[in-house]
């Protein structure tokens, strides 16, 4: 049967399930017949050949992929925002996945501007007309927490205004209330280790996305690290127009980080984007240790220059010195192929095995990524294929069935989800940027100005650079 596209003009946002059995029940039952239809397809297959899976499985990507994105639509909140991820993910997911659930990273069902209008008034406490000379009713982009609109301040700033929709913390109250469920019950099928870090990161991180002033913070620490740097570019947060669920800021009109053909247009050459991009989170990770960490395409803009633009810095994250530097040390470990190393930087990281070898991380940092990273350091490309992944889970669960992992650093849970997004829009680009030798190198280039003493660090610092001209 032929698919039909979600339009999303046919729903509404207040139409979405409220109640917890209901939302439970609409996600349960997209899982569970998506889930059986693989399981089926691997049965009958034994039977009818391999060229037979696979044209089954193909089909069945597409409707699972639709499946998910009816599911996403109809809950919003969470939903969404996991269909965001994977839709950013072109290596390792199938191409159906990617081209059904990229469309949730700007096109989410919007909140009428009824709606819109009223809370934006209650929130800064002036009518519409007394702050903005012109506030546009149709929203540019709309996602899983908030949309925004282009408006125009009364002293003719043109701005972009975030608007938290109504409700939707007690919707992402439910929906984390399911996810801790249904991550309970994937640890009771699975024992191979115990995923409660997901849950309780994700309660920790999800909440502070709700809070517009915590963002704002979060976009001017991350926009002060970059003042100096020509290629990066962060919109100004206007404070006297925002508040914890409206956020008012500098517009900026970009094209699209996966618009390959409008960065063409522009005269910009993709690879150099992503060069930019890469050397941008090596920055914020290995000499910061304050990232961005939702860098999905609807996140991220390309200007003429070429410039990247961040934008929406509510999931960010802070990490403690010491396990940046760790992060560092295993790095090199996989450029060196040291596995000894690596081994023991694996569980320096904070990763815990049942038997706690020296052997049993060694195997499980190779099995892990170490794979990975040298299908990048073999084929020269920025980025690793899907297969690599398939052949890296597989390992380890091997791994794992034999010495169950009890403890895993909760930093990696965004971090690796960086590195996940990163990999995906790398392959997207065509990057010939290796992210583990950025990282390696700024790390080198972080010691060698340390070495140079402190004037020098200094000097460093007040230059402008541009990321693109870094070896």
Known sequence: MAQRTVT??????????????????????????????????????????????????????????????????????????????????PDVLPDAYVDVLSTLHDEVPPESFANIKHHVERELGRPLTEIFAEFDETPVASASLAQVHRAVLKDGRICAVKVQYPGIEQIVDIDLANMTFFIGLLNRLDRTMDYRFVAQEMRKHIPLELDFINEGHNNERIAADFRNVDDIVVPDIYWEYSSRRVLTMEYIDGVKITDYAGMKRIGVDPADVAKILVFAFAEMIVKNGFFHADPHPGNLMVLPGPKLVLIDFGQAKELEPAFKEVLVRFTRTLLNGDNAAMGKAFRDLGFRTKKDDTEGYEQLGDAYVGRVAKQMQ????????????????????????KNQLTAMPPELLLVGRVFGLLNGLSKTLQAKTNMLVAFAQLADQIESAKANGALSATADALATRRLLLEA
């Open 378 to 401: 073999d084929t020269g490309a920025g980025w690793a294929e899907g297969e690599v992944f398939q052949e890296s889970y597989e390992d380890v669960s091997k791994i794992l069935k």
């Open 8 to 89: 999303y003009g046919e729903r509404l946002r207040g139409s979405a399930p409220k109640g917890r059995v209901r939302r439970f029940t609409n996600v349960g039952q997209m899982l569970a017949r998506v889930f059986a239809g693989y399981k089926l397809i691997s049965i009958r297959e034994k039977r009818k050949g391999t060229i037979w899976g696979e044209a089954r499985r193909k089909k069945h990507h597409l409707w699972s992929a639709h499946k998910f994105l009816e599911a996403a639509v109809t809950n919003q909140g969470l939903l969404i925002k996991t269909g965001q991820f994977l839709g950013t993910r």
